[in-house]
C-alpha cells in the first residue's frame, strides 16, 4: 500500500472574496490532479481500471482540453486549433501512443498559466466574447459562471481519479 501523500491546504476558510475563493480553489484542483497522478508508471497511466475504458492520461488531457474549451476558446474566444482535441477517433477521450506523461504535463501546465492569465484580465461578471466557443453575447456565459463551471468539472473527475488509483495502486488521499 502507498502511503498518502498530504495535500497543500485549501483556501484559508476566512477568505470571502469571491475572485480568491474561486481562483484558490481552482489552483488546489489543479494541484491534487498532479499529486494523483505522480508515482504512477507509464503502464498504470494508460491502462483503465473500469468498464468504461478511460485511462488516467486520457483524463489527465481531457482536463487540458476543459481549459482550453472553457477559457481561452470559450471566454476569450481565442483561436484553437483543436478545441476537441482529447477526443479520439472513437469520439472519447485519447491519448497517442507517442505522448508522454511529461508532454502532457508541460502542455497542462502551460495552459492553466494561460488560464490565469484570462481570469486575471477580466472581471466575474464579464461575458464570454463572442466569435470563440459562443457566437451570440447574450447567450455567453459570465467569467464567475465558467470558473464554477470548471471546479465542478475537476471535483468530479478528481473523485474518478481517486477511485482508479486507489484500484491501480492502493493509493488514498486527499
Known amino acids: 500500500m502507498v502511503t498518502p501523500v498530504k495535500p497543500p491546504p485549501e483556501p484559508p476558510i476566512s477568505l470571502t472574496d469571491p475572485r480568491a475563493l474561486l481562483t484558490g480553489y481552482l489552483d488546489f484542483y489543479r494541484e491534487a490532479l498532479l499529486r494523483k497522478l505522480d508515482g504512477l508508471p507509464d503502464e498504470r497511466l494508460r491502462e483503465s481500471v473500469l468498464p468504461s475504458g478511460w485511462t488516467p492520461l486520457e483524463l489527465f488531457k481531457h482536463l487540458t482540453h476543459v481549459e482550453i474549451r472553457w477559457l481561452r476558446w470559450g471566454f476569450?474566444?481565442?483561436?484553437?486549433?483543436?478545441?476537441?482535441?482529447?477526443?479520439?477517433?472513437?469520439?472519447?477521450?485519447?491519448?497517442?501512443?507517442?505522448?508522454?506523461?511529461?508532454?502532457?504535463?508541460?502542455?497542462?501546465?502551460?495552459?492553466?498559466?494561460?488560464?490565469?492569465?484570462?481570469?486575471?484580465?477580466?472581471?466575474?461578471?464579464?461575458?464570454?466574447?463572442?466569435?470563440?466557443?459562443?457566437?451570440?453575447?447574450?447567450?455567453?456565459?459570465?467569467?464567475?459562471?465558467?470558473?464554477?463551471?470548471?471546479?465542478?468539472?475537476?471535483?468530479?473527475?478528481?473523485?474518478?481519479?481517486?477511485?482508479?488509483?486507489?484500484?491501480?495502486?492502493?493509493?488514498?488521499?486527499?
Open 76 to 174: 476569450a474566444a481565442e483561436p484553437v486549433d483543436e478545441p476537441w482535441g482529447d477526443r479520439g477517433p472513437l469520439d472519447r477521450w485519447y491519448v497517442a501512443p507517442d505522448e508522454t506523461f511529461a508532454e502532457l504535463k508541460a502542455a497542462f501546465l502551460d495552459v492553466c498559466a494561460r488560464s490565469r492569465r484570462i481570469v486575471a484580465e477580466a472581471g466575474l461578471d464579464d461575458r464570454a466574447a463572442t466569435g470563440g466557443r459562443f457566437g451570440d453575447q447574450d447567450e455567453a456565459p459570465t467569467l464567475v459562471w465558467i470558473l464554477f463551471h470548471l471546479l465542478q468539472e475537476y471535483a468530479r473527475h478528481l473523485g474518478h481519479l481517486d477511485v482508479v488509483r486507489e484500484l491501480a495502486d492502493g493509493a488514498t488521499g486527499e
